[in-house]
């Protein structure tokens, strides 16, 4: 069977709503992958739940390679690190195929929050405890959990609204409606050239080439904030006990697909870090990951702040 792999379309499913960074991440891939496999590949988006709603028919899919979960840092390493009440095991419950890319968020605040910086922001919200908010792209998210971290290692207060997805999420900091998002570089930039949003801080340990003058979270200032580094992944999992001929053969499909001069350029523009590297590769990132946020467990707030 795995040496007919494949004779049918590909399903990738992902968390969010059309219009996030994961979205348009798939939807660049999409087509390169259907050139190199010659089957259509086809992205459907379950947005809802932190990504449950796309990883659940994963999980309990064949394991033939044409029903794939394209997810996040968020909901395959933090989630399942932190969390208790997760219905999936991040390593026993799935396959990893291929880590695909990294990437950063900046911090933004809506135009009139009280605040344009991170001290600023932290300082003000713990003056008025309870005044703030926060919008996520859903309990659990990677967005809420980064979040979560953060207030944690400042003592800072700030109400989790959460949404279905960082399109949402960003769209009512815009309107007004929620103080601060924090949102992937590719959605942030624009909205902070059109002066949609005011920007606080990016994560990662380097500015952006784009934005030179904003800070890195850890260079805020901000006691306690050094400790923050990048951002989240993406990354390609399958049901588990998939025969490797078929994970080698979507991986490989899948770093061909990266390695295409217009989309690493486009990666590039975006400011997300092209991978292509192996699955087990990945498999040892994802160990690695899942033991580093374990011991944030019982630190990080799941619940509404």
């Not at 798939?26 to 459907?44: D, F, S």
Request: positive net charge.
């Amino acid at each position: 069977m795995a040496e007919q792999f494949p004779s049918k379309p590909i399903r990738i499913l992902i968390g969010y709503s059309p219009g996030g960074g994961m979205d348009s991440l798939a939807r660049l891939l999409a087509p390169k992958l259907t050139e190199i496999l010659k089957v259509p590949v086809v992205i459907e988006n379950k947005p809802g739940a932190s990504e449950l709603m796309a990883s659940q028919p994963v999980l309990h899919a064949a394991p033939d390679g044409y029903t794939l979960w394209l997810g996040s840092a968020g909901a395959m390493v933090q989630g399942p690190a932190v969390r208790t009440d997760l219905p999936y095991d991040p390593v026993k419950n799935f396959t990893p195929i291929a880590m695909i890319a990294d990437g950063e968020a900046v911090l933004l605040a809506r135009k009139q929050a009280p605040g344009n910086t991170m001290s600023e922001l932290v300082a003000y919200s713990k003056n008025n405890r309870g005044k703030l908010t926060y919008g996520s792209a859903g309990v659990g998210s990677g967005s809420h959990l980064a979040m979560e971290y953060m207030i944690a290692l400042t003592g800072a207060s700030m109400l989790h609204i959460p949404y279905k997805g960082e399109a949402e999420s960003t769209r009512d900091a815009m309107a007004g409606n929620v103080d601060v998002v924090l949102a992937m570089v590719q959605t942030a930039v624009p909205l902070i050239t059109a002066g949609k949003l005011k920007p606080i801080a990016v994560t990662g340990t380097e500015r952006l080439k784009s934005m030179p003058d904003l800070p890195t979270i850890a260079q805020t200032g901000v006691p306690g904030l050094e400790a923050v580094g990048s951002y989240t992944f993406y990354a390609v999992m399958g049901p588990a006990g998939m025969p490797q001929p078929i994970v080698k053969r979507i991986n490989e499909a899948f770093n061909k697909a990266i390695a295409m001069p217009d989309v690493a350029q486009r990666m590039r523009e975006v400011s997300l870090r092209p991978h292509t590297d192996s699955p087990e590769a990945f498999a040892r990132q994802l160990a690695k990951d899942l033991a580093t946020w374990k011991q944030l467990r019982g630190k990080v707030k799941i619940g509404d702040s």
